[in-house]
């Protein structure tokens, strides 16, 4: 009866692990045509939750020479957003962190150790650029800066999103997924490129 269990377990998680999906993409980071970093994004879907991890990392001589690092996880229930943390360290030191967690129908949001909340529902975020191209989309919610941007149609798979600042980011996509985006990365300015 036992070894019936164990194989009834044994059976169960093979087939939930044939169940999740898990896709990669890979893009250099290039400033001034010239390679500076990387960028590994991956999403794993699991029945109704859908998980985002991106690891971005910079090396760049501006004046000085400066190494950024990006890391997001992100995960969706339900198609809304459930959770969203993002790190940002500036020469091994850190210099933004922000949390966004679903509580009920309200997120609490900590960012660099200030709380706020938001009270509506989040279906769309940055992460998912990499992904999904925002066809009818108009805004997503930015999880490094806790505030919704607005994305703007310019035509030929190609679109603009908009930050709080004001600044601006081009993404192009080939067949749906993003091909080569025109970042303003706030402290470095640069272009991705997806690997061949």
């Known amino acids: 009866m036992i070894k019936n269990i164990v194989l009834l377990v044994f059976l169960g998680t093979l087939i939930a692990k044939n169940n999740t999906v898990e896709t990669v993409l890979h893009f250099n980071i290039l400033h001034k045509n010239k390679i500076v970093g990387s960028l590994v994004t991956t999403k794993t879907i699991d029945d109704n939750v859908i998980n985002y991890h991106s690891f971005t990392n910079i090396q760049a001589k501006i004046i000085t020479t400066i190494n950024v690092k990006y890391t997001y996880n992100v995960a969706f229930k339900n198609k809304e957003l459930n959770k969203a943390d993002v790190s940002i360290m500036l020469n091994n030191k850190v210099y933004a962190e922000t949390n966004t967690e679903r509580n009920n129908k309200e997120y609490k949001i900590t960012k660099n150790k200030k709380?706020?909340?938001?009270?509506?529902?989040?279906?769309?975020?940055t992460v998912q650029l990499y992904f999904t191209e925002p066809l009818h989309i108009t805004t997503c919610y930015s999880e490094q800066d806790a505030v919704m941007n607005t994305l703007v149609y310019l035509g030929n798979h190609k679109y603009k999103k908009v930050n709080a600042k004001g600044n601006e980011n081009i993404y192009t996509y080939k067949n749906g997924v993003l091909y080569e985006a025109s970042i303003d990365g706030g402290l470095i300015n640069f272009t991705m490129k997806i690997k061949d």
């Open 115 to 125: 709380i706020s909340t938001f009270n509506e529902p989040i279906t769309f975020t």
